[in-house]
């Protein structure tokens, strides 16, 4: 991946100490906690992800991706996403985001999600990128929704949150559903999966 990311309104980078307040501000918000498993953060909480997103910045190859989401207007750390490495031999990826409230309703989720998958197809050869989301959590499952993914399931009390098992939705995309993603050879999406996964293993093993 070459970071950061620059969009139209945005700047995708690693975490760096300073993001300590804007980061604390937005993971302590029950508002933005709400739908996921871990938060709301306290201070140590934030001191320890800092921490950890930095030793994983520095790790090669680098399979996770924990990155800060700059508005560039103002130059202030408006939420964070994630895309970490799940089932690395099948190059499958799982994408979060998270934004403080007062950035909701302006696409910014959108944005950056759409400049996460161009990331993760064309630069780390994605094969297949999910998400799990909460059935209550409806402005999440239409970002992705708005973008392209597919519901691809529904997982039974899969997520502890906050002492309660939940269910989580699957969505998912795939490197040949992507403009970018389809630079590497594209397989009619008609095709049965397994054939979609045979070509990108060959792919992978340079057969
Ligand atoms: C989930 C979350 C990121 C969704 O945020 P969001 O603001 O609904 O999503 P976007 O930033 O893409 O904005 C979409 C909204 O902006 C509007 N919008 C305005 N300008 C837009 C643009 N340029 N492009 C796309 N949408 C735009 C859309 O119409 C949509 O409004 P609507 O919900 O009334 O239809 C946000 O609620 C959040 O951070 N939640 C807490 C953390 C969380 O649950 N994360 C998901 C874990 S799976």
Redesign the pocket.
């Known amino acids: 991946m070459v970071l950061p990311i620059v969009t139209p309104r945005l700047e995708i980078r690693d975490f760096v100490p300073g993001d300590r307040p804007p980061l604390y501000e937005y993971a302590s918000d029950p508002?933005?906690?709400?739908?996921?498993w871990w938060g709301p953060f306290s201070e140590a909480d934030t001191l320890q992800f800092l921490e950890r997103t930095g030793r994983d910045a520095k790790a090669r190859p680098r399979a996770n991706f924990e990155l800060a989401v700059v508005d560039r207007a103002v130059g202030r750390v408006i939420?964070g996403c994630e895309f970490l490495s799940r089932r690395s031999i099948y190059q499958e990826y799982e994408i979060?985001?998270?934004?403080?409230?007062d950035?909701?309703?302006?696409?910014?989720?959108?944005?950056?999600?759409r400049a996460l998958l161009d990331f993760g197809f064309s630069s780390i050869h994605a094969h297949r990128v999910y998400?799990?989301?909460?059935p209550d959590?409806t402005?999440?499952a239409?970002?992705l929704a708005?973008i392209g993914f597919r519901l691809e399931g529904h997982l039974r009390k899969d997520a502890l949150i906050r002492g309660e098992w939940r269910d989580s939705l699957v969505y998912a995309l795939l490197a040949d559903e992507w403009p970018s993603g389809g630079s590497r050879g594209s397989v009619s999406l008609s095709e049965p999966s397994n054939i979609s996964l045979e070509r990108t293993r060959k792919r992978t093993l340079g057969r």
Do not use: K, M
């Open positions: 508002r933005v906690t709400q739908y996921l939420g979060g985001y998270f934004f403080r409230p950035a909701w309703g302006r696409g910014i989720a959108t944005e950056t999600v998400a799990l989301v909460d959590n402005a999440s239409q970002v708005r």
